[in-house]
DNA sequence: ATATTAAAGGGGGAAATTCCCCTCGTTTAA
DNA sequence: TTAAACGAGGGGAATTTCCCCCTTTAATAT
């Protein structure tokens, strides 16, 4: 009987580790090796004498390139290797991201350890693995596309804005340390509140919390 | 051979089962019982038929009842069961306030296997479990503890107006929810900016943000 | 039993900052 | 060559911040 072979890629080697063991728990899978980051995929793909996967167990989380990242590395290059993504974030956005990003499926850590077994071999047979919490995201995707003030692109200059905003510093003291007239900073503030649809400076700061940009 | 019995509470169940596994690996370990959060290690200690414990392995970050309540309740209750605290937040303070509420060691998520039995046997052993992080935070222990803005006694209405400080209304709303006048709030802002050391609303937002508030 | 202190609630006034319009000149890329 | 992105600015209103000040109530200490 052919194994199902499985990458696992979580900086937490502890779990990554305990995870091993209760993956090859079942005879029919098999973990061909452990990475701590997405950087490492690429290096792990790009060796000669590489055991190519049948699935990619992602973290979201990870130092250096994260899992959105590494999932849309791996859809990219190598589109025949299936990613489940597993961590602990069940935020709508990250969820999207990652089946954006190629994800065939998204898995919390507060699972139960038959229901991991229980996916990978969904998403081995039937090419992905959705669950209600995925319906629901996708439902709402539309909506949340459809919203403007979803999927904002902010320009460099605005993003740099934004995380000084988001320190305790007038804006004078951002203009200076942006070597910027105050009244140009005011006014990527005015353009940063209409894109984000926020009314206050506290608003800018529940914005980059919420998309984790400080 | 007598085995070292080890309680596992974590609210992650995929890892708390696959760390059962990892623990189980050595012979001389067994893993009595795995609980999802602090008030289940209460309940399970409160049962008559109990398999007592020698060490618990705790995570910090629960729902209900977290890692530090339950680590002080069983460092009053159970004073002969040994905890260490094993997370992935590898904050000064998360580890000060799990030493004090009686932790006999700190690991974090990313550490390998060999490191957690390691630490589990030093701790049976020896009764605590000092890494060099645990060192440098103790170390600076007190200067944090001589700086009167740590460990700061939020009165309910104070930390009320700070939530709702961290939301979009301007203070003349926030006065309206709480039913007070503008300059009530006021006052308790500026008590707050004085207690938090911050010197804007920014501040707080952030102080809220540290401290897990919001 | 009385003074002291802490907590909660309220105010006046002024300065600083934030917010909200709207205009203008470059440069740069489609 | 029209649109963006970037940088700069004026004027004014609203909000925040920062000083002072006050009363009531309840608990605590002397």
């Known amino acids: 009987m052919k194994k199902i072979k499985i990458l696992i890629v979580d900086d937490h080697q502890l779990f990554s580790e305990a995870l091993k063991g209760l993956i090859e728990d079942k005879d029919n899978f098999e973990v061909v090796d452990q ?6 995929v690429q290096e792990f793909f790009n060796t000669e004498n590489a ?4 699935l990619v167990l992602m973290d979201v989380q990870m130092p250096i390139v994260n899992g959105i990242d590494a999932t849309a590395w791996l859809t990219e290059n190598h ?3 299936k990613t489940l993504a597993l961590t602990m974030d069940n935020e709508e956005n990250t969820i999207l991201k990652m089946l954006r990003a190629g994800a065939k499926g998204y898995l919390l850590k507060d699972i139960h350890p038959t229901v991991l077994h229980q996916a990978i071999e969904e998403t081995i047979e039937k090419g992905f693995y959705y669950t209600e919490q995925i319906n629901d995201t996708l439902l709402h995707a539309n909506k949340i596309d459809r919203n403007p003030l979803n999927h904002v692109e902010l320009k460099p200059r605005e993003l740099e804005l934004l995380k000084y905003a988001c320190q305790e510093m007038t804006y004078k003291e951002i203009a200076e340390k942006m070597f910027l007239s105050p009244k140009t900073v005011d006014g990527y503030r005015e353009r940063l509140f209409v894109k984000l649809n926020v009314k206050s400076r506290i608003g800018l700061v529940l914005y980059a919390i919420k998309e984790n940009i400080i």
């Open 35 to 40: 990475l701590v980051n997405g950087q490492e």
């Open 79 to 81: 589109p025949e290797i």
């Open 51 to 54: 055991v190519i996967p049948d």
